[in-house]
C-alpha cells in the first residue's frame, strides 16, 4: 500500500463487501501478505470510518464478532418496505425461551421449564439453534445429563450487541404496572 489513504479505502472496501462481520485478526490475516498492521493501527484505521459515517445513514458497528456496516436505526421502518416479505414473527413461548437462555446462561431445557411453568417444545430449541442462537456448551452433572444452552456471536451479532452485558437490565416483578386485564391475560396464559 502507497498510503494511509490506499489502505483506509481497502479496509472500507473490504468491510463493505464482507458477508458477516470482520474481526481485527480477520483483516490482519487477509492483509498480511500486503501490509503489516498493528491492531492499534487497524483500530485507528476504523475509528476514522466510523467518524466519517458517524452522520451518514450508515454506521460502522462494532458487534460481538467484529466490525460491520449497517444501516442507521432511524431509518429501519423505511429501509424494510424495500422488501416485501415481512420480519419473521417470534411466539411469545421462543421469545420467552430465548430471554431466559440469554440471561440465565448456561441454562438447561429443565430448568427453563421450571421457571416458565410449562414444558418446552423441542421445535423451540431447534429452530434456535438452526438459526445459530443458542448452542449446547456441555452438559449438567445431574442424573441424565441434561445438555446446557447459551447464547452465540451470531446472537450477539443479530441484535448488534458486543456482549451480553449490553442486554436491557430485567425490571423487577414489584415494579411492573399491570391492569386487571393484562393480568387475567396473564393468567389465562
Given at each position: 500500500?502507497?498510503?494511509?489513504?490506499?489502505?483506509?479505502?481497502?479496509i472500507?472496501?473490504?468491510?463493505f463487501?464482507?458477508?458477516?462481520?470482520?474481526?481485527?485478526?480477520?483483516?490482519?490475516?487477509?492483509?498480511?501478505?500486503?501490509?503489516?498492521?498493528?491492531?492499534?493501527?487497524?483500530?485507528?484505521?476504523?475509528?476514522?470510518?466510523?467518524?466519517?459515517?458517524?452522520?451518514?445513514?450508515?454506521?460502522?458497528?462494532?458487534?460481538?464478532s467484529?466490525?460491520?456496516?449497517?444501516?442507521?436505526?432511524?431509518?429501519?421502518?423505511?429501509?424494510?418496505?424495500?422488501?416485501?416479505?415481512?420480519?419473521?414473527r417470534?411466539?411469545?413461548?421462543?421469545?420467552?425461551?430465548?430471554?431466559?437462555?440469554?440471561?440465565?446462561?448456561?441454562?438447561?431445557?429443565?430448568?427453563?421449564?421450571?421457571?416458565?411453568?410449562?414444558?418446552?417444545?423441542?421445535?423451540?430449541?431447534?429452530?434456535?439453534?438452526?438459526?445459530?442462537?443458542?448452542?449446547?456448551?456441555?452438559?449438567?452433572?445431574?442424573?441424565?445429563?441434561?445438555?446446557?444452552?447459551?447464547?452465540?456471536?451470531?446472537?450477539?451479532?443479530?441484535?448488534?450487541?458486543?456482549?451480553?452485558?449490553?442486554?436491557?437490565?430485567?425490571?423487577?416483578?414489584?415494579?411492573?404496572?399491570?391492569?386487571?386485564?393484562?393480568?387475567?391475560?396473564?393468567?389465562?396464559?
Open positions: 500500500m502507497n498510503n494511509n489513504k490506499q489502505l483506509k479505502n481497502l472500507e472496501s473490504m468491510l463487501v464482507a458477508d458477516g462481520p470482520l474481526s481485527i485478526k480477520a483483516m490482519q490475516t487477509t492483509l498480511e501478505d500486503d501490509v503489516a498492521l498493528s491492531g492499534k493501527q487497524l483500530q485507528a484505521i476504523i475509528s476514522e470510518l466510523q467518524q466519517d459515517y458517524a452522520e451518514r445513514g450508515i454506521h460502522l458497528v462494532e458487534v460481538a467484529g466490525y460491520r456496516f449497517q444501516a442507521a436505526n432511524e431509518h429501519s421502518e423505511q429501509i424494510a418496505l424495500l422488501w416485501k416479505e415481512r420480519a419473521p417470534y411466539s411469545r413461548a421462543m421469545l420467552e425461551t430465548l430471554s431466559l437462555i440469554a440471561y440465565r446462561q448456561p441454562i438447561t431445557r429443565g430448568e427453563i421449564e421450571d421457571i416458565r411453568g410449562v414444558s418446552v417444545s423441542s421445535y423451540i430449541i431447534k429452530t434456535l439453534q438452526e438459526r445459530n442462537w443458542v448452542k449446547v456448551v456441555g452438559h449438567k452433572e445431574v442424573p441424565g445429563r441434561p445438555a446446557l444452552l447459551a447464547t452465540t456471536d451470531e446472537f450477539l451479532d443479530y441484535f448488534s450487541l458486543k456482549s451480553l452485558s449490553e442486554l436491557p437490565e430485567l425490571m423487577p416483578v414489584s415494579e411492573i404496572n399491570l391492569d386487571s386485564e393484562q393480568v387475567e391475560e396473564l393468567v389465562e396464559a
